[in-house]
């Protein structure tokens, strides 16, 4: 019963996406509070705040390393958010899915276009970051201006693994076990806060193979100053998660809908 | 006889061991309305799910506008209107933008998508809340603005699961009116019901399905004259047992539904004149309907 064609994208996702650009830009007002907001608050609190004790971390000041560093995860979580609660609402109780798909566009269509819109999300946080990142005075240069397709690619990243997480939901509580079981996680070891130097060596091998460690690798050198460590290899892994994840949920979502 | 919109043979759906939809054979012909009449869980969503290339079928053969499914489904949808049982709105939006969204979903060129949805308010009766939120609507008004976006590609074939289930009588005929209006333009019309009424004012033709078969097909009237007897009398209530004890020796078939009895009969003339004779007791006399049809070949029984 398992359909495991593989996915074929057309335009009509840019009408998904369309529609959720559309529907934003009516509640924009919270949209971009929620964009400035939180990362100006990680960054006043903690980066001055902790900071004031820590000084320098990795030869760069720790505002600037913990900027960095938030914008990577930023655009993760907002991703996330976006790929489990805003499309399981649309897949389930506001059965949006269903008046699409009796147009000719398919759920191959449909998750591409959600996926584009959770990438579209993060770029939007990552510039908000960005910004006040700039007029805190640490962001190094123009080249920072990469760190937006950056985070980009970190939102398709992680928008396909939160959409198998609404694909496979029952209700919004489900969610919960994935934010305490991998997002959390991942928000603390993958270097965000604190170079991944410092953890056993054990550990690190197997923070290498978490997407965020990569995002973050990616993202600090553009925005903080110094020297890509391994580009190619960053952006291979996010998006060999991005595509496999995109996958999964494809396969997943025709499996719960298309019955 | 043109060539049918849609021919179907052997059309099968299986869940697991429940074989939703056996096999069942039907041809649509092209600017009618065609009815699947069936209680709840006969098969007909399931039905109308393979026609749109929604449900994956198990079996048989299916061809939509000549082209054949589930392969051409893509093609076919964007031809095809649809109205679900449900209304799938996008409460996001007013109502002039659903339309707007719905259009951008066919690709239909944004110079284009302005006057049709014009017409369609038009059409709907809701040009006044054109800027409304769906969720301000009544609940006749969701189900016209579902009707009008099901219309925004200009579809050749607009199928409909149950459009009227849950509507008060006076949305029921406002809708209804849409409907006749257009198959008169020359729109095939497809709709799954279980009401009688809606089916005979509708449905040049119509199936009868039941567990996932078609029981019969053809005009509501010849259904009638195919299956039962053109007279009906029915007694309700207590006096429903003086039914069945008159009724007999004059020619009657009686059937019983919970504390109703029917008698069906071609020469209604001996029964009504001994009625009439007893006092006090209420009886109607009806032509035949295709709700006696339905029962006699769905059965009495409830279902949930």
Partial sequence: MTNWRLPTVRRGALAVWRRNLLVWRKLVGPAIVMNFGEPALYLLGLGFGLGHFVGEMSGMPYLAFLASGIIASSAMTTATFEGMYSVFTRMVPQRTYEAILASPLEIDDILAGEMLWCGTKAAMSGIAILIVAALLGVVDGWQSLWAIPVVFLVGLTFAGPAMIMSALARNYDFFSYYFVLVITPMFIVCGVFYPIDTLPEIVQGFVYLLPLTHAVELARPLVAGGELARPVTNVVVLVGYAAVSYYIAVVLVRRRLMV | ?304
């Fill in chain 2, 1 to 304: 006889m043109s060539e049918p919109i849609i021919s179907a043979r052997g059309l099968d759906k299986r869940y697991g061991d429940f074989h939703a939809v056996q096999g069942i054979d039907f041809d649509v012909p092209r600017g009618r309305c065609f009815g699947f009449l069936g209680p709840n869980g006969a098969g007909k969503t399931t039905t109308l799910r393979m026609l749109l290339g929604l449900t994956p079928m198990s079996g048989g053969s299916l061809s939509v506008f000549g082209l054949p499914m589930p392969a051409e489904a893509r093609r076919v949808r964007a031809r095809t209107g649809v109205v679900p049982q449900a209304d799938n709105l996008d409460p996001d939006f007013t109502v002039a933008e659903n339309l707007a969204i719905y259009a951008s979903y066919f690709g239909i060129p944004r110079a284009e998508v302005a006057p049709r949805i014009e017409r369609l308010l038009a059409f709907a009766a809701l040009t006044e809340r054109a800027d409304a939120r769906t969720d301000s609507l009544s609940g006749g008004m969701q189900r016209r603005l579902t009707i009008a976006r099901a219309l925004i590609n200009d579809p050749e074939l607009v199928v409909l699961d149950e459009p009227t289930t849950g509507l008060d009588p006076q949305a029921r005929h406002v809708i209804w009116s849409r409907l006749s209006d257009l198959r008169d333009r020359g729109t095939t019309l497809i709709l799954t019901t279980h009401y009688m009424e809606e089916a005979e004012r509708l449905c040049d033709e119509l199936v009868i399905m039941d567990h996932g078969r078609i029981l019969d097909q053809g005009s509501p009237r010849a259904l009638i004259d195919r299956h039962v007897e053109p007279d009906v009398i029915e007694v309700r209530g207590e006096a429903s047992r003086h039914l069945i004890a008159l009724a007999e020796g004059v020619g009657c078939r009686v059937e019983q539904m919970s504390t109703s009895s029917y008698c069906y009969t071609r020469e209604p003339g001996a029964l009504l004149e001994k009625l009439r004779n007893e006092h006090g007791l209420t009886f109607l006399h009806r032509p035949a309907g295709l709700e006696d049809v339905f029962l006699k070949l769905t059965g009495r029984e409830l279902r949930d």
